[in-house]
């Protein structure tokens, strides 16, 4: 049995929806990302394995707000909110049903429909990747952390940097689920340095304004 099939079908005989809810266990499992956490956000949640994984590690009161342009079957205890996140009515729905910085963790697992030409694959992950970080940025309170998938390319070192420049902290993982041969990472911001910053999904985002010291959101 292939490595891959391993993960898919551990996947399926725990009940999971994903394989990638393995993916998400395992970088909980080295970064305690559930730890304290009363607001957790799931960006590109459908089918809803990472939400599963978020609900079995939270207390019953904390709340998991998922969000995907997808339907998604009902999953008790999460609330779900169908759009396009890129979409600024589907935002201010999402902002409406969390507190500003009072959210702990935002994750996102959104993924483009990936057409194989690289420079257009890595514009499609980087708008996404941009618009959750500007909503993190947005919404996390002061030690809150942002989960993210990127795609290796010519992209990512310049993500990274912004990143970097607005978390205190960012670490890059690979978890053991995630096939070998795909190009996706995840990283893994905590801290975000602009509280009190607006919230900004907006795909044009320039990254020089996301990466500039506080200018665009403070
Ligand atoms: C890899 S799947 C997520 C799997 C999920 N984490 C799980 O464990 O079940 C990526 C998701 O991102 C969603 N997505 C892609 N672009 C999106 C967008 N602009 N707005 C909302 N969701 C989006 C897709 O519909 C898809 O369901």
Same mark, same amino acid.
């Given at each position: 049995?292939?490595?891959?099939?391993?993960?898919?079908?551990?996947?399926?005989?725990?009940?999971?929806?994903?394989? *990638? &809810?393995?993916?998400?266990?395992?970088?909980? +499992? !080295?970064?305690? %990302?559930?730890?304290? #956490? =009363? @607001? /957790?956000?799931?960006?590109? *949640? &459908?089918?809803?394995?990472?939400?599963?994984? +978020? !609900?079995?590690? %939270?207390?019953?009161? #904390? =709340? @998991? /707000?998922?969000?995907?342009?997808?339907?998604?079957?009902?999953?008790?205890?999460?609330?779900?909110?169908?759009?396009?996140?890129?979409?600024?009515? /589907?935002?201010?729905?999402?902002?409406?049903?969390?507190?500003?910085?009072?959210?702990?963790?935002?994750?996102?697992?959104?993924?483009?429909?990936?057409?194989?030409?690289?420079?257009?694959?890595?514009?499609?992950?980087?708008?996404?990747?941009?618009?959750?970080?500007?909503?993190?940025?947005?919404?996390?309170?002061?030690?809150?952390?942002?989960?993210?998938?990127?795609?290796?390319?010519?992209?990512?070192?310049?993500?990274?940097?912004?990143?970097?420049?607005?978390?205190?902290?960012?670490?890059?993982?690979?978890?053991?689920?995630?096939?070998?041969?795909?190009?996706?990472?995840?990283?893994?911001?905590?801290?975000?340095?602009?509280?009190?910053?607006?919230?900004?999904?907006?795909?044009?985002?320039?990254?020089?304004?996301?990466?500039?010291?506080?200018?665009?959101?403070?």
């Amino acid at each position: 049995m292939r490595e891959d099939d391993a993960f898919f079908h551990e996947a399926r005989r725990r009940g999971l929806r994903s394989r *990638a &809810a393995l993916k998400l266990e395992a970088i909980n +499992a !080295r970064d305690r %990302l559930f730890r304290n #956490a =009363r @607001v /957790v956000v799931d960006l590109g *949640a &459908a089918p809803g394995g990472w939400s599963q994984v +978020a !609900r079995s590690a %939270l207390p019953s009161d #904390a =709340r @998991v /707000v998922a969000l995907d342009i997808l339907e998604m079957e009902p999953l008790p205890g999460v609330e779900f909110i169908r759009g396009d996140f890129r979409q600024a009515d /589907v935002l201010e729905r999402l902002e409406a049903s969390v507190t500003r910085r009072a959210v702990d963790l935002v994750m996102s697992d959104m993924a483009p429909n990936l057409s194989g030409m690289k420079v257009n694959d890595q514009a499609r992950w980087r708008e996404l990747a941009d618009s959750a970080a500007g909503f993190a940025l947005g919404t996390l309170e002061h030690d809150g952390a942002f989960l993210v998938k990127l795609f290796q390319g010519e992209e990512t070192e310049s993500y990274l940097r912004v990143l970097r420049e607005r978390f205190a902290s960012v670490v890059v993982r690979k978890p053991a689920a995630s096939r070998k041969q795909s190009s996706e990472i995840y990283a893994l911001a905590r801290g975000p340095r602009n509280a009190g910053g607006a919230v900004d999904n907006r795909a044009s985002l320039p990254y020089s304004t996301l990466g500039a010291t506080n200018a665009a959101t403070e």
